[in-house]
């Protein structure tokens, strides 16, 4: 008996539609299986340095950067941020350093007004940065006329193998493990070794580029005209009245409140009587003193002596103090009372005795250095003066002690010239006395402390002199003096004049360096926003 057509045809029907159900299932089955096998290959590649030194997170004006580039800007932002304002943050200034311990993309910073994170700000800094290496590294390799030296070249060297170093002294197995420590996943030695010398290469040409402009001797002197007022140094004593505001001090009984009014009448007063007793610079600081009669340590000559550029002044102390001293008609004895106004960021009265504005019309001098901290640690158990004055003796006899002996070996080579000199004291740079070395060049007598100052500006100084000296608080100084430079005024006026060319000329050369950011970014931000 044959089966029915109608049950023929549900038959059929039910076979079709399950024949469709397989092969749904087997499409879903075979896309979980593709996505699987994709998403376990992009696990292996993000877990390991391919991805993040071999994919392109930030393009710049064509200029490409991996995500292991963009996190060595990051951290380098970070750890520049840190060490610039951890000073400050110690002092007791909040809102300039990120709270350790909370990711950095859920702190708001505190130097932004916009809601910004820090990762947000960190960002920022990386990016600008990078951008600025892209453009300066782009325009080193189309000039012809630019060439990295070997010394910086060595600095790439000696960075690197400063790092291997310190990962062996903080017991990393390798120099690897402790840059992906610092940096994240991808910092490999190869890909730090690139980002150095990407640093160097664009500092090495900024430098290049500054140094390229020429100025005749008339633009020189017109610019030194314009920005006399700032650029020339002024001699003085000064003292100063607060006439701040004072709030009450609940934690006594007497109400110490002095409203702002009332503290600024005071100073004006005050700063009126003290000026009126002034004759000379002598009777400035006797007056001075009488007012610190319970205060030991008051030192009249040195707390009211300043020398300072007009640039400082105008930023450090309030407008009619500035315009006052920078008057041409100003001369040696003049004094007077000057007060603050609501435009100026501290309340008060000056009482400004002027002694001489120095318009830098002498020679700079050029020289060699080599610097050693001041070691106050030198004395055993038990042996330390009580006396204050014997002690700082001591201190000042064994810092110069080990100067000498330094200078006393260089004097014992064959060769003796600035480069010399030079030599070995980048030899001893970084030992256990020698922290810094370096040229002195072009510089102006308040370009150093008072005591080297007094050495180079001597005027029985000649070429190939050596000294070692030293500044109490500071350390000791082993210098070699190789002769003048330009008139220090030049210098000044030419420094402003390079910087602004350079300025405008990076500025136009930005404009086709456009921050292209890919999706890599996203994942590696995450990475480098934890804190």
Not at 242 to 258: I, K
Not at 391 to 398: E, H, Q
Not at 428 to 434: A, I, R, Y
Not at 471 to 491: L, P, Q
């Amino acid at each position: 008996m044959s089966e029915p057509s109608s049950a023929k045809a549900n038959r059929r029907a039910e076979e079709a539609q399950a024949l469709k159900e397989r092969r749904r299932y087997n499409a879903i089955v075979i896309t979980v299986v593709v996505v699987l096998a994709l998403l376990v290959v992009f696990a292996v590649l993000f877990s390991s340095n391919l991805f993040y030194n071999t994919t392109t997170a930030v393009s710049i004006g064509g200029y490409d950067f991996s995500a292991a580039d963009f996190n060595f800007n990051y951290f380098t932002a970070y750890n520049t941020h840190y060490n610039t304002y951890a000073y400050y943050a110690q002092l007791g200034m909040t809102g300039i350093l990120p709270v350790s311990g909370t990711p950095l993309d859920e702190q708001v910073c505190g130097l932004l007004d916009d809601g910004s994170t820090w990762a947000d700000y960190f960002e920022e800094q990386a990016l600008a940065s990078m951008r600025q290496i892209a453009m300066l590294c782009t325009a080193a390799e189309n000039d012809p006329g630019f060439t990295l030296s070997q010394e910086d070249k060595d600095t790439v060297d000696e960075t690197v193998e400063g790092m291997r170093d310190t990962a062996v002294t903080y017991g990393y197995p390798d120099l690897e493990g402790y840059l992906t420590q610092l940096y994240g996943k991808g910092m490999t030695e190869k890909v730090f070794r690139e980002n150095l010398m990407r640093q160097v290469t664009a500092s090495a040409y900024a430098a290049y580029k500054q140094e390229s402009f020429t100025y005749t001797a008339d633009e020189i002197a017109a610019k030194y005209a314009e920005q006399a007022n700032d650029l020339d140094f002024y001699t003085m004593r000064i003292y100063w009245f607060s006439g701040a505001a004072v709030s009450d001090d609940t934690s006594t009984e007497e109400d110490e409140t002095v409203s702002k009014e009332d503290a600024m009448a005071k100073a004006e007063a005050d700063a009126k009587a003290f000026d009126a007793a002034v004759s000379d610079e002598q009777s400035f600081m006797d007056y001075a003193a009488s007012l610190h009669e319970d205060d030991e340590d008051y030192d009249a000559d040195e707390s009211t002596f300043v020398q300072n550029q007009g640039s400082d002044i105008s930023s450090n102390m309030i407008k009619a103090a500035y315009d006052w001293l920078t008057d041409p008609a100003r001369k040696a004895g003049d004094h007077t009372v000057v007060g603050s106004t609501d435009e100026d960021s501290r309340s008060g009265f000056y009482v400004l005795y002027f002694l001489e504005r120095d318009n830098n019309q002498y020679p700079s001098v050029n020289g060699q250095y080599g610097y050693i901290p001041e070691d106050t640690d030198i004395f055993e158990e038990g042996t330390e003066p009580e006396d204050e004055d014997e002690k700082a003796s001591m201190i000042r006899l064994v810092n110069l002690e080990n100067a000498r002996e330094l200078l006393a070996n260089y004097a014992d080579g064959t060769e003796k010239s600035a480069d010399a000199f030079a030599a070995f004291m980048s030899d001893q740079d970084n030992s256990d006395l020698v922290t810094n070395s370096g040229a002195i060049d072009r510089s102006g007598r308040y370009d150093m402390p008072e005591e080297l100052r007094d050495w180079f500006y001597d005027a029985n100084r000649k070429e190939g002199d050596t000294e070692a000296i030293y500044v109490e608080g500071d350390g000791t100084y082993i210098v070699y003096y190789s002769g003048t430079g330009d008139i220090y005024a030049d210098v000044l006026a030419d420094t402003i004049l390079r910087s602004a060319d350079a300025s405008s000329w990076s500025e136009e050369q930005l404009k086709s360096f456009t921050v292209d950011t890919q999706w890599e970014m996203v994942l590696t931000k995450k990475m480098a926003s934890l804190n």
